[in-house]
């Protein structure tokens, strides 16, 4: 059944950015033998916590969420990796960040300039950036070098490193 894939997998991923667990999130429907009624009521019960798991989710991403309220699962995956790397105070101003400069795609490349990855580093810049970083050698398309790397700059120089409104 393709709605029940469907709302799975988006229950999987919001029980992941609340951090609860998956068995708590996820209620698995035993459609096998069981009449209309009670499908459609196991239907309407998933459906009902899905909203409930959406509306935690909008508090969560409420400072990029796009105009249509879609979520954008591309920015909020990187939570827990940015978390790793930015003061508890910069986490979402981060987020908001690689939504201005990449949308969360990893392998972003400015089509006017060098800029690339989730924070959009400059080519010339970034190997001498990501050694005193602590990523030699590191590709600036490897997402984990980029949003380090994009930390470290933020606390030696400040969120000047960013044009995007929401590096102000």
Known sequence: MKLRSIIAAL???AASVLQIPTAVAV????LAGTDDASRQAQQRQVEERMEQLLAKLLLINGPYVGDTGEF???VE???PFVADYFPEDRIDWA??????ESGGDPLAKNPTSTASGLFQHLASLWEERAAKAGWADSDVFDPLANIAV???LLETGGPGHWVCTAAK
């Open 11 to 13: 229950t999987i991923a």
């Open 27 to 30: 209620q698995t429907l035993d």
């Open 72 to 74: 954008r699962w591309a």
């Open 77 to 79: 995956r990187w939570r």
């Open 95 to 100: 987020l908001r960040i690689i939504q201005c």
């Open 150 to 152: 994009a930390a470290w």
